[in-house]
């Protein structure tokens, strides 16, 4: 498959690595470290022999004496002086996207951990790749050091996949960890995930849902054998969580995770980004902090969950190495695991047609006949209620022993299986009956 493959063992792997930030330095420092042990296991050295990045003062941590620089990664990729481009980067369009296809087009095998621009541009990546006769690899690009990509091509490739789900973002996991362990606030939770770098000074890239759904696009191809559509991911973020909801869940048995979800149903492939409600039970719910986290349901293995560090310098780089590790003993095989022409292009699966169980938080004006009218809002779409709780906080109780200040009161609702377009219809009436007196927090419910 790749070209490779094709040179003599003796002869070097040379290396263009475009982009020094955190990663690219780690790639540089685990080849030099693993420089023989990597020889030993790949029949031939791997050498990086030339860099590309903006800023050619600044101080990495890492000699870059007799490697060529160049200021255009472009230029870097076309070079005769490597045989293959680790592209890292970053972004879906510009130069990293620009890099990626001159080095396909020039007959060189890729590397990227850029979920970006494979989420939008991975198939024509990956046809680029198969007509030059050449890899693309990017295990490093969900789920940082989880080898999450070679087990979906290749270690289960005798499996039918039916649903992948797994905690794609550790900004996210960080932040709701730390609000339900000590009860913070979202917004000091991200502040202190942004003096710890955890977080970006612009977080809405990971907290908003996007760098999940990046990465879930990524993962749904590679797991249910169809073309990348990240455009037909439904996308929530977390800012909307607070500590009450935690502490909800935890009462009722659950934890709340960011979870990117990938399932097969009758009407398609669904695919969706939001928070959810696990059981404390489940294995995922266990994962806590920055760690990462994907489990797959598939006929023959049941059910497989792998955890481990989902970012950062030398757990992505890692899965960098790994992918020109196979480069070099001419192992990569097809980018997502068969032909683009057999990738098949999987029947959206709009987010109203969604069914499971739903946590549903009200803000319930206190006043004879509410509670009686969401309940009926309820029963006229069909939901069935497993749980009903209120919360009146102590002080209100203290202030006002019987609830007549008409002071809102937090009602919590555990739905049975529904639609999401049963749950809106109903959250939408009980809102125009004046019931509520801010919009509800709708959290999905994952089963086991």
Same mark, same amino acid.
């Given at each position: ?26 790639? #540089? ?8 042990? +990597? ?27 007799? +490697? ?18 680790v592209?890292l980067?970053?972004?879906s ?9 001159a ?21 024509? #990546? ?13 295990e490093?690009?969900?789920?940082g050091?989880?080898p ?27 932040? #709701? ?16 995930? %942004? ?65 990117g ?120 779409a ?16 203290? %202030? ?49």
């Open positions: 498959m790749t070209s490779a493959s094709a040179q003599p063992a003796a002869t070097p792997l040379r290396i263009g690595l475009a982009g020094l930030g955190t990663v690219g330095a780690s790639v #540089l420092r685990i080849l030099r470290r693993q420089e023989n042990a +990597l020889s030993e296991r790949c029949g031939r050295a791997i050498r990086v022999t030339a860099v590309s990045a903006r800023d050619r003062t600044r101080d990495r941590g890492v000699d870059l004496g007799g +490697l060529t620089w160049f200021d255009d990664p472009v230029a870097l990729a076309r070079s005769s002086e490597i045989d293959c481009l592209e980067v970053g972004g369009e510009g130069p990293a996207k620009a890099a990626v296809e080095a396909l087009s020039a007959g060189k095998s890729v590397v990227t951990a850029n979920k970006a621009l494979l989420a939008h541009h991975g198939v024509a #990546l990956a046809t680029l790749a198969e007509e030059k006769g050449v890899a693309l690899a990017f490093a690009s969900a789920a050091g989880i999450i990509v070679k087990t979906l091509r290749e270690a289960l490739a005798g499996n039918s996949v039916t649903r992948l789900y797994g905690i794609l973002n550790g900004t996210c996991n960080y932040i #709701l960890s730390r609000m339900e362990m000590e009860g913070l606030t979202f917004e000091a939770c991200l502040k202190d995930a %942004q003096r710890l770098g955890y977080a970006e000074a612009d977080p809405t890239f990971d907290v908003e849902g996007y760098d999940t759904a990046h990465k879930l696009a990524i993962l749904t191809s590679l797991a249910f054998g169809t073309k990348i559509d990240a455009e037909a991911i439904h996308v929530e973020g977390i800012s909307s969580i607070t500590p009450l909801d935690l502490k909800m869940a935890d009462e009722l048995g659950y934890r709340i995770k960011l979870l979800v990938a399932e097969r149903t009758k009407a398609g492939i669904e695919q969706r980004v939001h928070p959810t409600m696990v059981p404390k039970s489940s294995a995922i719910a266990q994962v806590m902090g920055v760690l990462n986290a994907v489990t797959v349901d598939a006929d023959a293995v049941r059910e497989l969950t792998l955890v481990g560090p989902g970012a950062g310098g030398d757990p992505t780089a890692s899965a960098v190495v790994a992918d020109i590790a196979d480069i070099a003993r001419g192992r990569a095989g097809l980018p997502f695991g068969l032909p683009v022409a057999r990738l098949e292009t999987a029947a959206r699966t709009p987010m109203q047609r969604h069914e499971g169980g739903y946590y549903v938080r009200l803000s319930v004006v206190d006043r004879p006949g509410a509670a009686a009218g969401i309940a009926t809002r309820m029963a006229q069909d939901i069935s209620l497993e749980s009903i709780v209120q919360r009146r906080s102590a002080a209100a109780a203290a %202030q006002d022993p019987a609830g007549r200040s008409g002071t809102p009161v937090p009602v919590v609702l555990i739905t049975y299986a529904t639609s999401e377009a049963a749950i809106r219809s109903a959250l939408a009436q009980v809102s125009a009956d004046g019931h509520i007196a801010e919009p509800p927090q709708v959290i999905r419910i994952e089963r086991e």
